[in-house]
C-alpha cells in the first residue's frame, strides 16, 4: 500500500464515527446532565444556556461517574473526589485529575438528541490537552524544585499555554512524578503502576527531568541553583515546591517504622469497630507514648533486627504490638532556602501572595511548603499539605509565570480511606465554632458541617456522595452556606434524602 493510501486510510478511520440517538429533546432542561450510552462509549449530556454538550461520564482521576456529581453553570465537579471539567469544551478545571476528556458531537434533528463519537476513541477515557514544545532559539529557563503534585503541574501547565523556552524539573526522588494518595490505600502498587507521566512524555514535551539531584542553596541575585553534586544551574524563573521532610522524634533513642502513609492498609486489615467495641479504643486517645519495648530477632550469623513487642504510653497503659506506626507530621524542606532574602514565617514556610509569588522577583513557590492566602478563608494565611492544593499552586504558580496575573482560587478536597470506607473533606475548617452533624456515625453514614461565624466553612462525608462536592463547589462560587441551611432537615440541594 502507498504512502498516500495510507495516510487517506488512516484520516478515514480517524473521522469514522458512531452516532445513537440518546433522548427527546424533552427530555433534559436546561441547567440538567444525564447518563446515555453511545455504541460502547459512556457519555454524559449536559444541557447548558440552551446548547447540548457531550462529554466522557468518566473523571480522569479514578473513573467515578461524572453524572453522579454536581453540575454548576459550564462546568461539573467528580462526585468522589473534587475534580472539575468544562463541559463546553472538556477540558480539566480543577484537579485531582490531570487530564481532560474526550469531547463529542452533539445535532438536535426532529426533537431528537443525537451524539456521535469517534470509534478510534471509544474506550478511552482520557484526552490529554494540547500541548507545544521547546524552541531552540528561545533561551528563558524555568527551573521547577520537586518531583511532586506542584511541579508536574506547573510544567504541564507551562506547556499548555505554549511557553517555548526550557523547562528543568529537579528531584531527590529515584522516581518520576507519582501519585503519592494511592501509597496510603494500596500496600502492594508496583512503581512503575504509580507513575502519572512516563518519560515519553518528558521526552516528547521537552520537560528535562533531572532525578537523584537535591538543591543545596539558591543565590538569588545571580539566578543560580547549588545542587548537592556541585552542579550550578541558572533559572529565569524558578519554582520551589520541594514539599516537606518527616518530623524527627527525639523522645525516641530508637523505633521500628513502617512509613505512616502504609498505616490505613494495615487498618483495613483489622477488623471494624463498631459498638461497644469502640469503647476498648477510647482509653488510648489524648495519650502518647512513653517507651517502646522492642526485642534483638536474627540467627548467629545474620543480620539482627529490632522488633516491637509493646507500647507504654504515658498513662501507664501497656499495648502489646507487632508493628509500630508512627505518623509524627512533617517539616517544610525549606532547609536550603536559610541564608536567602526570600521571606519565610517562624516555621520556616515560605510566603507566596495569592498569585504564588514570593517577595523576591521571578521567584515562585508552591505545595507544602507554602504559607499562603486562600480565598475562601477570607485571606487567611494557610498551609495545607494535601494534593489536590498543591496541584492547583503549581498551575496558578505557570500562569503567572507567563505574566497571567491569576489569583489562586481553589477550595480544598481531602479523601482517606479508613477501614475500607472512604471519608471525605472540603474547605477550610480550622478555627470552626459549631459542628451539624446529619446521619449517624454508627450507621456509616453521616454529613458534618463545620461552622465559623454562622456561616459554613466545611464539611465531611461518608456514603453520602455527592454532598462534599456540593459544599465544595458552593463554596468555589463564593456562595455563603449559612447555619439555617445546614441545620434543616431538606438535603435536597446537596441531592440527598433525609439522613
Given at each position: ?126 484526552r490529554l490537552k494540547w ?218 514556610y515560605v510566603l507566596v ?111 453520602v456522595e455527592p454532598a ?32
Open positions: 500500500m502507498s504512502q498516500e493510501k495510507a495516510n487517506l486510510k488512516a484520516g478515514l478511520e480517524e473521522e469514522e464515527e458512531v452516532t445513537d440517538v440518546v433522548c427527546m429533546e424533552s427530555h433534559l432542561r436546561d441547567g440538567e446532565m444525564m447518563e446515555v450510552e453511545v455504541g460502547r462509549h459512556n457519555v454524559l449530556l449536559v444541557s447548558c444556556d440552551g446548547v447540548y454538550s457531550a462529554i466522557s461520564n468518566q473523571c480522569t482521576h479514578y473513573g467515578a461517574p461524572l453524572s453522579k456529581g454536581v453540575l454548576s453553570g459550564h462546568r461539573v465537579r467528580c462526585p468522589w473526589h473534587g475534580s472539575c471539567f468544562n463541559v463546553k469544551n472538556a477540558d480539566l478545571e480543577e484537579y485531582p485529575g490531570i487530564d481532560c476528556l474526550p469531547c463529542h458531537k452533539v445535532k438536535v434533528e426532529n426533537s431528537k438528541v443525537y451524539v456521535s463519537v469517534k470509534k478510534k476513541i471509544q474506550g478511552q477515557p482520557k500541548m507545544g514544545a521547546r524552541d531552540q532559539e528561545v533561551f528563558h529557563t524555568v527551573m521547577v524544585l520537586g518531583g511532586g503534585a506542584a511541579s508536574l503541574s506547573c510544567a504541564e501547565t507551562l506547556r499548555q499555554e505554549n511557553y517555548r523556552g526550557r523547562i528543568i524539573m529537579v528531584s531527590r526522588d529515584d522516581l518520576l512524578p507519582y501519585d503519592k494518595t494511592r501509597l496510603s490505600k494500596v500496600m502492594n502498587a508496583e512503581s512503575d503502576s504509580l507513575l502519572m507521566r512516563r518519560m515519553e512524555f518528558f521526552h516528547k514535551y521537552d520537560i528535562e527531568v533531572w532525578l537523584r539531584k537535591e538543591s543545596m542553596s539558591i543565590d538569588t541575585n545571580k539566578k543560580t541553583v547549588t545542587f548537592d553534586d556541585g552542579l550550578i544551574q541558572n533559572y529565569d524563573q524558578i519554582l520551589i515546591a520541594t514539599a516537606g521532610v518527616p518530623e524527627i522524634y527525639r523522645k525516641m533513642t530508637f523505633f521500628c517504622v513502617f512509613s505512616c502513609i502504609f498505616a490505613i492498609f494495615f487498618c483495613s486489615q483489622a477488623i471494624v469497630l463498631t459498638g461497644d467495641k469502640m469503647s476498648s479504643v477510647l482509653p488510648y486517645i489524648n495519650s502518647s507514648p512513653n517507651l517502646i519495648r522492642c526485642c534483638v530477632s536474627g540467627r548467629s550469623g545474620t543480620p539482627h533486627f529490632l522488633q516491637v513487642k509493646a507500647v507504654t504510653l504515658k498513662s501507664g497503659i501497656i499495648i502489646e504490638a507487632d508493628v509500630l506506626i508512627v505518623g509524627i507530621g512533617v517539616n517544610p524542606n525549606s532547609e536550603f532556602l536559610k541564608g536567602s532574602p526570600i521571606s519565610m514565617d517562624s516555621k520556616n501572595d495569592k498569585y504564588m509569588r514570593t517577595n523576591i522577583r521571578d521567584v515562585y513557590c508552591a505545595g507544602d511548603l507554602t504559607s499562603f492566602p486562600l480565598k475562601m478563608a477570607k485571606g487567611q494565611r494557610v498551609t495545607i499539605g494535601h494534593w489536590q492544593t498543591a496541584q492547583a499552586h503549581g498551575r496558578n504558580a505557570a500562569f503567572n509565570m507567563l505574566h497571567r496575573e491569576v489569583e489562586l482560587h481553589t477550595v480544598p478536597f481531602y479523601w482517606t480511606v479508613l477501614l475500607g470506607r472512604t471519608i471525605r473533606y472540603a474547605g477550610y475548617g480550622e478555627g470552626y465554632t459549631e459542628m451539624v452533624l446529619k446521619g449517624k456515625f454508627e450507621n456509616i453514614k453521616f454529613l458534618a458541617f463545620y461552622l465559623k461565624h454562622d456561616e459554613v466553612v466545611a464539611a465531611a462525608g461518608l456514603n462534599v462536592s456540593v459544599v465544595a463547589e458552593r463554596l468555589a462560587e463564593g456562595r455563603v452556606i449559612t447555619k439555617a441551611e445546614a441545620m434543616s432537615d431538606d438535603l435536597s440541594w446537596l441531592k440527598l434524602q433525609p439522613l
